[in-house]
Every structure is written in structure tokens, then in C-alpha cells.
């Protein structure tokens, strides 16, 4: 009899541990193009880190520039042939999804009502970034182990 409690509990990890192993890029993109309100110019506004503690962000007031056919990416590269494969994705959902790669600081800044566009910077069909586009011209762009919260900038 005291088989069954180990065999509850033994089904239950493994529950749990599937559920935990979702994999982000098994769920399709679609308009390779982007959407209107990616593009335009934005700033870096905040650095979310694990690690941020006592160090000054220089990465603040960095601009990235997201055109229909171009992006500038002053952390990576300068593409002429851009592409934005993205999706939408419930904001309920998003740290299920991405929990493991954004700091807990993120976690505030993901809308719980509504979607978030999950996109892929892309340079003649490579992928070489992505960004959580939150609604409200606030963005949260991912890149290699920081993150950088971005804001729309307010001028034309």
C-alpha cells in the first residue's frame, strides 16, 4: 500500500516537469513582416539583469531604430534587409514561456490582460535578436543574458 503514494508523487513531478520544459521556439511565427506599431525609433530606458546590482547602466539612452525593411541594433548589427517574424502571445502566458530567461524584475512590466508580440530581429532570414513588445510603446528587448527595457521614443 505504500506504493501508491509513490506513484502519485512520481506522476505528479513529471507532470510538472513537462510543463515546465516548454519550448518557446516550437511555437510557430507568422507575418515575417512586423506589425506598425514595432517600428520607429526607441530607447533603452532601464537594464534588467540578474546581476545589475552596484553597476551604472551605460547601456540607458541607447536608441534602436525598427523600419518596415531595416533595424538598427547598436548592440549587434546594422541590417539593410530586415525581417520581423513574430507572433502574439497571451501576456498570462508570457513568463511561462520566458520566465527562465527574463530577471524577476520583467515579471512587473508584462501585461496580464491582452497579448504580447513576441518578435525576432531578422538580417537576410537570420535571426540576430527579439523583442517582447508590450503594448503602450514599452518593449522589452532580449539580448544575451541582460535585457534591456525600451521605451517608444516621444518625439516624431
Known sequence: MKLAPTIAFLVGISASVGNAAVNVDAIPMGNPQGTPEMFGTWTVTKVLCRDCAGRRPEEVGTKFTFAPTSFTDPFSITCANASYPNRAI???????????????????????????????????????????????????????????????????
Not at 513576441?118 to 503594448?135: I, T, Y
Not at 510603446?137 to 521614443?153: N, V
Open 90 to 156: 497571451p501576456g498570462d502566458q508570457v513568463m511561462k514561456l520566458f520566465g527562465s530567461n527574463l530577471p524577476k524584475s520583467a515579471k512587473n512590466l508584462i501585461p496580464q490582460k491582452g497579448s504580447v508580440i513576441d518578435a525576432r530581429l531578422a538580417c537576410d532570414k537570420g535571426p540576430v535578436g527579439r523583442v517582447l513588445f508590450l503594448g503602450d510603446d514599452k518593449a522589452i528587448y532580449l539580448y544575451e543574458g541582460e535585457d534591456y527595457f525600451i521605451e517608444r521614443a516621444k518625439t516624431p
